[in-house]
C-alpha cells in the first residue's frame, strides 16, 4: 500500500499603505544632573620638617621627601633632580646661610654654635639638573631654650 501526502503552501501578501500608520514620536529626556559632591582638599603636607632637636647639642635634623613633581604641575624624574639647597637664619636676621645637598639626601643634621635662647629659620628648594632651583619651601622655625 502506498501513501502520497501533498503539502500545500499558501502565500498571503499584506500591502499597507504608509499614509495610515502615524510616524512614532521619540522625545529625548536627559538624564538628571548629579548633585555634585564637594569634598575639603586635604591640608598640604610640610616640604621640610625638624624630626629631631638636641638643645644639649645644639643640633637640629631636617627631613624632606623626593618631590615627584615640579611648581608647574609636570612630573619630576629622580634622574633631574641634582640635589637641595636649604637656608637658614637667626630669626630677625637677613642673612641666610645656604647649604647645599646631594640629591639621594632626605635629612641634615645642623649644628649651630650658639643656640641657647635663639630662634632658627629654615627652608629647602630642590635643584635640577639644569640648575634651575625651585621656589624655597614654607619657612619652619625651631626655637632653643
Do not use: H
Amino acid at each position: 500500500m502506498l501513501f502520497f501526502v501533498s503539502y500545500l503552501r499558501f502565500s498571503c501578501s499584506f500591502n499597507v499603505l504608509a499614509d495610515f500608520i502615524p510616524e512614532p514620536e521619540f522625545v529625548f529626556i536627559p538624564p538628571p544632573e548629579p548633585e555634585p559632591i564637594f569634598i575639603p582638599a586635604p591640608e598640604p603636607e610640610p616640604i621640610l620638617v625638624i624630626e629631631e632637636v638636641v638643645p644639649s647639642l645644639c643640633t637640629i635634623v631636617l627631613t624632606w621627601d623626593f618631590p615627584y613633581s615640579r611648581e608647574d604641575g609636570s612630573d619630576l624624574a629622580l634622574y633631574e633632580i641634582k640635589g637641595y639647597d636649604i637656608k637658614y637664619r637667626l630669626k630677625g636676621t637677613f642673612d641666610y646661610t645656604n647649604i647645599l645637598v646631594d640629591y639621594m639626601v632626605t635629612s641634615y643634621e645642623i649644628q649651630f654654635l650658639e643656640c641657647s635662647g635663639n630662634t632658627y629659620e629654615f627652608a629647602i628648594a630642590t635643584m635640577d639638573i639644569d640648575n634651575l632651583t625651585g621656589e624655597y619651601s614654607d619657612i619652619i622655625e625651631q626655637a632653643f631654650e
